[in-house]
């Protein structure tokens, strides 16, 4: 997460609070969207944090199967007063860290950050619940992504005042922000999509967990009933429907691909949009269970003016804040039933686009974030310890 510029951003207004080190991947043995770290890694911001970038062992290996090298010489090294280890309470990466941080710096105040929101069946289910008790008796506090993940760690004996629910990271609103009517026209042309038409936006995997079967034919039903409007629908991502919705798009001229691209290009792609869907549904078999745990897009869309619905999938409803801008996942008549109402009024859309960015600079700003998580770390501190404030130390995926 951190090894890309970009999402460090929330590091800087932390740093008002602490001395903060960073420790993340080598940007060479990484990648994103298919595309190596490095692409996204363009560092348009002084840091105000260090940054250290340690090997990880086995390279290649997802962020829950890994360990850093040189871990141990960073601690040995430098004092820390707390350390906040942003993965799943599984990953190889939470205990190594965990293990060091006991024998090396015994007085540390130790926590960790979560998204899990789902918990697994049969035997996996049953190994995991002995990890999460084991987790909330070797931490000092944890942070949850969303409320179901704060549910779990409270199920194994986490403590409400020593669990926070917020997001990992923030918007960069001074880029994410409505455009006017001009600007709007001029990054339309410059992506190549059109200037006259309502412009529906998903952006994201281009999968069938994220909807997007349902968003096609919501699309479809919506130029049927608002003719007047002439409504497209821009995708930006990659993922295994890539080539379908290729194929799909040579035959209806209404649907806009675009390409995968470093984060601080999709503030433009928000931008040229009047409409923003994600109609994400739950993954309920399989290995690979999953239902949304935040939906960092919600925000930046948001942040961008941009009125934003999603469906019940997960943290959505949380992180939107609106009701009546939800609707029941894997439900078309559902979408149809909640959007089509604020298509027949361009103010009440505008209205509700206004309410929803007040919002989310309230809450999911760099600053407002950093404010939100320094809070409740100086807390943790103030519980636990009497700290020097000279340091605070992330080990992130």
Not at 6 to 18: D, E, H, I, S, V
Not at 116 to 137: H, Q, T, W
Not at 241 to 270: C, Q
Not at 276 to 294: H, N, R, Y
């Amino acid at each position: 997460m951190y090894a890309t510029a970009f999402n460090r951003r929330k590091l800087n207004p932390l740093a008002g609070y602490f001395q903060i080190t960073c420790v993340t991947w080598d940007l060479d043995t990484g990648t994103l969207f298919g595309r190596p770290l490095a692409d996204f890694d363009h560092e348009d911001h002084l840091p105000e944090y260090q940054l250290m970038r340690l090997p990880r062992w086995p390279v290649g290996q997802s962020h829950t199967k890994y360990f850093h090298l040189h871990l141990s010489k960073l601690l040995r090294d430098q004092s820390f007063d707390l350390i906040l280890v942003d993965s799943e309470p599984w990953s190889f990466i939470r205990w190594q860290t965990w293990l060091l941080s006991r024998l090396i710096q015994p007085k540390i105040v130790f926590g960790e950050f979560s998204w899990e929101n789902i918990e697994r069946p049969g035997l996996k289910g049953i190994i995991l619940s002995f990890i999460y008790r084991l987790a909330v008796k070797t931490h000092h506090f944890s942070i949850s992504g969303n409320a179901a993940c704060r549910t779990i760690f409270l199920k194994y004996g986490g403590k409400e005042n020593a669990n926070l629910v917020a997001a990992q990271l923030g918007v960069e609103c001074r880029e994410f922000h409505p455009p006017s009517s001009e600007e709007k026209t001029k990054i339309r042309f410059e992506l190549g999509l059109p200037s006259d038409s309502f412009l529906i936006g998903f952006c994201g995997r281009l999968t069938a967990s994220k909807g997007i079967p349902e968003l096609l034919l919501a699309t479809e039903r919506l130029r049927s009933s608002f003719p007047d409007k002439v409504i497209h629908l821009a995708m930006l991502g990659h993922g295994d429907m890539f080539e379908e919705l290729t194929a799909f798009a040579a035959s209806n001229p209404w649907l806009h691909l675009l390409s995968p691209r470093p984060h601080r290009d999709v503030a433009a792609f928000m931008r040229s949009l009047d409409l923003f869907i994600l109609a994400s549904k739950p993954v309920t078999f399989g290995p690979d269970l999953w239902e949304e745990q935040f939906g960092h897009v919600l925000i930046e869309a948001m942040a961008a003016g941009v009125p934003t619905f999603g469906s019940s999938s997960g943290a959505i409803p949380e992180v939107i804040g609106f009701p009546e801008a939800i609707f029941n996942h894997s439900d078309l008549e559902s979408l149809l039933s909640v959007v089509e109402p604020w298509l027949k009024s361009q103010s009440d859309l505008q209205a509700l686009a206004v309410k929803q960015r007040q919002r989310t600079l309230s809450l999911y700003s760099h600053e407002s974030l950093a404010r939100i998580w320094a809070d409740f770390l100086l807390a943790q501190l103030r519980n636990h310890q009497s700290p020097s404030g000279h340091c605070m130390h992330f080990s992130s995926k």
